[in-house]
């Protein structure tokens, strides 16, 4: 198969549990359930992407639509031409896109249902947000809401829907409101994940199909082998 010849099974110095898996495909775009650890696009750590991948599985050079942070897992759309790319990324500038998350965090949200807007800042060098209640220079809104779905002994597991895009957004946040998400040491989290993913999936995308107009809805299921995500499965589904 072609996409041996891109080696895509190594280097990986932290390799994902699960390689990634197709959920859709047709002639203008594919989606791709993205596993934790594997970047979305080459990184200076030299380990294959999923960009690569999927290019590697298409057979033609691909562009990706949104971006989905390492150690985070779910859909992730790719274009087959520049055309089709930003037809997509038009919509999510129009924030016309459904977007849909799981998050597992370590505190109860207080309410356990709600909005969230803050102003971020992203600093580049440190590769972090920053967020404060009150407008500053340099600072863009972020809005999402959340709704708590239920708990563990330990966790709780949150839908949340981005209504902005921003660099880290529900990492950043969920921890500004004392809810770091599971592993996320770099907001907050009390301990980091042995696999350095976190308890962040984008479970469902809703968008209106660049060639036919039809309404699309893709939902990607929750990694597998992951025993927190796996106790927390039946109340996404609920």
Known sequence: RAH????????????????????????????????????????????????????AECGQALHPVHRLDRPASGILLLAKSREVMTHLQLQFQARTIEKDYLAVVEALPEPPEGVLVHFMQKDAGKNRAFVSAEARPGAERAELSYRLLGSSQRYHLLLVRLVTGRHHQIRAQLAAIGCPIKGDVK?????????????????????????????????????????????????AAS
Do not use: C
Request: no cysteine; proline share 10%; charged share 20%.
């Open 4 to 55: 041996r010849a891109y080696g895509y099974l190594g280097p990986f110095k932290n390799r994902p549990r699960t390689m990634p898996a197709i959920l859709f495909q047709d002639s203008l775009l594919l989606a791709v359930n993205k596993p934790p650890g594997m970047p979305a696009q080459a990184d200076k750590t030299g380990d294959t992407s999923l960009l690569q991948w999927a290019e």
């Open 187 to 235: 907001y907050g989290a009390r301990r980091g994940n042995r696999d350095r993913s976190i308890h962040l999936h984008a479970w469902r995308l809703g968008f209106e199909h660049p060639g036919t107009g039809e309404w699309m809805r893709i939902e990607a299921p929750l990694p597998a082998g992951d025993p927190v995500w796996d106790a927390l499965a039946g109340l």
